[in-house]
Structure formats: C-alpha cells, structure tokens
C-alpha cells in the first residue's frame, strides 16, 4: 500500500495534504480498498461549512456505503466534479485525481491532531 509522506491521515481514514491555508481531502488507499470498487461519490455544496469531524459525504462500492469525515474545519472552496463521471479514481489514484474537496481550514490548530504517516501505518497494522 501507497502511504505519501506529505499528507495527514485520520482514524476514520480520510488523507489531508495542506497547502497554506488550504486542505485538500481524499480516502486512503487503505480505505478504497477495504470499500472495493467506487461506483458514486456524494460531494458536499461549495461554500458549505463543517467542523472537524462533520460527514463531509460519501463513497458508494458495490459492498458498501461509508461517511466521509472531515479532518479539519473550514469552508469548502473546491469540489472534485471528475468524480461525477468517474468515480473509480478514487480506487485507481486516491491521492492525485481520486481527491474529493478542497477545504480553507478555520482552524489550523486542528492539524496537530491528526497522523503522520508512521501512526497511521501503525493503525492499519493494529486494525489486520
């Protein structure tokens, strides 16, 4: 499994990649393959805000159905529309075309609680 060290990782295995004051946030490549294959992505409303912890959206597989969550607080300020038509990069490149929003954080802080990646590779350890 893919693990980029320039990215922040949570529990419920969503990535963050921070750029200034601004987030990118996608699912591991842990979390697309525990889902299988992606057939829909449900996106919030640009402009919409959420607290760190807030369901962001979805993923639809053809096993399931899983909450995206946010890492972080702040306003959405970009949406990945390709997912409309192609939903599966989020299998085939979940942390370069398979990204879901773009986040202004509100809080920066927040960041502090996140993973690196040697402890969220020691929680996928733990989890197998």
Known sequence: ??????????????????????????????AQEQLGAIVYVE???????????????AVESTKATADVF???????????EELNDNPGAVNSSPYEEGWL?????????ELEELLNPDDY???????A
Do not use: Y
Request: net charge negative; proline share 6%.
């Open 101 to 109: 929003v773009k986040i202004e954080l509100s809080n920066p802080e």
């Open 70 to 80: 946010s890492p972080v607080s702040g306003k959405v300020v970009e949406l990945n």
């Open 43 to 57: 996106l919030p409303e640009e402009d919409e805000e959420f607290e760190q912890g807030d369901v962001l959206g």
């Open 1 to 30: 499994m893919k693990l980029p060290q320039n990215l922040l990782f949570t529990k419920d295995h969503e990535w963050i990649r921070v750029e200034g004051n601004l987030a990118t946030v996608g699912i591991t490549d842990h």
């Open 121 to 127: 590779q020691k929680l996928i350890d733990e989890e």
